[in-house]
C-alpha cells in the first residue's frame, strides 16, 4: 500500500511540471483570450463588456474575415495535396533507390533556413522584371512573356504565389517523415507479398499506402495546423496584402490586435483559429481512425 502510494506520488511529480507549463503556456492563455474576446478593449484603458458583439460583427458584417477564413483553408487543403506528392517521392526513394538518405537530406535543407531567409529569397524571385525578378526574366527569356506577373502585387496570383512558398520550403519535412515510415515498413511483408504476385505499384498500393497510414496521419494533422496557424511567411513576404489578398486568419488577428489596437476584437478571432484547429483535428482524428482499421482488416 505505501509503495504504491510512493509511486502515485512520484509518478505526480514528475506530471506536475509539464502540466504547469502547459497550463501557463497553452490552458491559460486561451481562457484569457476566450474572456477578452466578449470585450470592447484597446489594450491600455479599461475593457468594457460587449457580450457576443465582436462575434456577430465578424460572422455577419466582417467580408475581410471570410477572404480571411477562405485563404486559411486554400492553405490547409494544398498543404494536405502537397503530402500526396510527398509520399510518391518517398515510396521511390525508399524502394527503388539505393543510397536514398543523401537524397532526402537535399530534400529537407529548405526546412532549415528561417522564414525570413525564405520569405525574402522568394521575393527576389517573384520581383517584377524591372526590379530583375528571377522568375519573370526567365519566362521572358523563353518566350513566355504574357505569362509574366507581379506574383506579389496581383490579387489574383499572390496567394498561389505565397502557398507555393510553403509547399516548397516543406516538402523535405513531409519526404522526412514519411520515407521514414516506409522504411520501418518489413521487407518480409513485400517478399511475402512477391510471391502471391504483388510487385512493383501493386505492392505499393496494397502494403505501403495501408501500413503508412500512421505516418501520413501525422503529416496530415500538421499540416492543416500548421496551414491554419500559418503567420510567419504571411507577414515576411506580404503582410496580408495586397488588399487583403493573402490574408489568413492569424495575420489578420495580429492586424487587428496590434496594429488597429482592437484586442477584443483580435481575441475573438483567436478563438475561433483555436477551434477550427480542434475541430479539424478531431475530425481528421476520426476520418484516420477507420482509414487504420480499413488497413488493419
Known sequence: MNAMKVTRTMIALYVLPCLLLF??????????SVYYSFMQWNGIGGAKWIGLHNYSIIFT????????LSNSWKFALFSVAEIAFALWIAILLSRYVKRSSFLVSV???PVILSVVIVGQLWKNIYNPLSFGGLLNSL????GLSSWTHGWLSETNTSMYAIIFIAIWQYLGYNILILYT???NISNDIYEAAKIDG????????????PLAVPVIKICVIIAVIGSLN???LIMVVSGGGPGHATEVISSYMYNKTFLSMQYGYGSALSVILVVQCLVATLVLNLIFKRSEKNALS
Not at 61 to 68: E, G, L
Not at 198 to 209: M, V
Open 23 to 32: 497550463l501557463a503556456v497553452v490552458f491559460i492563455p486561451i481562457v484569457v
Open 61 to 68: 458584417k466582417d467580408n475581410i474575415f471570410w477572404s480571411a
Open 107 to 109: 530534400y529537407f535543407v
Open 139 to 142: 519566362l521572358t527569356q523563353v
Open 181 to 183: 515510415g516506409v522504411q
Open 198 to 209: 504483388a510487385d512493383g505499384i501493386k505492392a505499393d498500393w496494397y502494403i505501403t499506402l
Open 230 to 232: 500559418a503567420l510567419d
